[in-house]
């Protein structure tokens, strides 16, 4: 199956500071890349979809000015949290759809973030 | 909007047994369902799908029969190992939209002992 890494897998960081997470489809293009913040109680909740060449849709919620998502290429998306605090602690999930493949979503491993 | 409903957890079995775990769904139209599995610490692993009703997705065991009747896709194990043991998400998305993300349930843990 088609491959998604995402990195880093963890990062740690001091409050106000800023971090970047990259999401590469390693085998596929993919024209539209996902980002899902998992909770402590499990649920997925969507962030922002975000397309190839143009601006990310963010869900209703989501603040665009403080999670930055940048698609520059086929196989690149990333996701920067600016001006990090604790309550941004969470596991950041990345996945792709290649367009080739039908429905299936594909994911990387996820970037669990801690805030100090 | 579309949306998924899965049983809440967590579910706790012995070794051998069977599972089911229940999943319902409300979407326009003819999604594609899925049934993912995270282990802990890690990302979302495909399990099965089925993309048309009546279609049956299995995989490592587990099998799941999407119902448009129903509006279910109910996943089930006839014996469980204690290597299930993991959070299982059940998911729709419209078929042949690429630009569409996946809508999950909320999860269900399962946690079998030996």
């Known amino acids: 199956g088609a491959v998604v890494s995402q990195h880093p897998s963890r990062v740690i960081c001091k409050s106000g500071t800023s971090v970047k997470i990259e999401c590469r489809s390693l085998?596929?293009?993919?024209?539209?890349m996902f980002w899902y913040r998992q909770f402590p109680k499990k649920s997925l909740m969507l962030m922002a979809t975000?397309?190839?060449?143009?601006?990310?849709?963010?869900e209703q919620g989501v603040e665009k000015d403080k999670f930055l998502i940048n698609h520059a290429s086929l196989t690149l998306s990333t996701l920067t949290v600016t001006s990090a605090h604790p309550e941004d602690s969470s596991f950041y999930i990345c996945?792709?759809?290649?367009?080739?493949?039908?429905?299936?979503?594909?994911f990387g491993q996820g970037t669990r973030l801690t805030v100090v | 909007g579309d949306s998924v409903t899965q049983m809440e957890g967590p579910v706790t079995l012995s070794e051998e047994a069977f599972l089911t775990i229940n999943c319902t769904y409300t979407a326009t139209g003819y999604p594609s369902l899925f049934w993912y599995v995270q282990y802990p610490g890690e990302g979302l692993q495909l399990l099965l799908k089925a993309t048309k009703a009546d279609d049956k997705g299995s995989n490592k065991g587990f099998e799941a029969t999407y119902r448009k009747e129903t509006t279910s896709f109910h996943l089930e194990k006839g014996s469980v190992q204690v290597s299930d043991s993991a959070v299982y998400f059940c998911?729709?998305?419209?078929?042949?939209?690429?630009?569409?993300?996946?809508?999950f349930g909320k999860g269900t843990t399962l946690s079998v002992s030996s």
């Open positions: 996945s792709a759809r290649d367009r080739d493949r039908g429905t299936e979503a594909f």
């Open positions: 085998d596929f293009q993919a024209t539209t």
């Open positions: 975000s397309n190839e060449g143009s601006k990310a849709t963010y």
């Open positions: 998911a729709l998305t419209q078929a042949n939209q690429a630009g569409t993300a996946l809508i």
